[in-house]
């Protein structure tokens, strides 16, 4: 095994255990932003570049991460959500 093989061996496990992943030569993707799934109550994880984002959808909550009951929202008595 040449000397500059060993190297990228050793750069990519460094990479991967810092929570991004490579693809040769030297593409850096992002790294696993939906594990664990910051999304509560069942919520969808997605992932962009640099950040994520949840779908709450069908839940029964609301919020960044679905962490907002939609029926605490509502008006008592009107069936409405209120913004």
């Not at 093989?5 to 750069?11: E, Q, S, V």
């Not at 999304?39 to 679905?66: I, L, M, N, V």
Request: proline residues 6%; aromatic residues 12%.
């Amino acid at each position: 095994m040449n000397h500059s093989f060993k190297i990228w061996i050793i750069l990519y496990i460094f990479l991967f255990i810092s929570g991004l992943s490579v693809a040769p030569p030297f593409c850096f993707l992002p790294g696993h932003r939906c594990v664990p799934n910051h999304c509560e109550h069942g919520g969808r994880c997605s992932q962009s570049w640099d950040s994520f984002s949840c779908s709450c959808e069908g839940t029964g909550y609301a919020g960044a991460t679905c962490h907002t009951c939609e029926e605490l929202r509502r008006p008592h008595g009107t069936g409405r959500m209120s913004k």
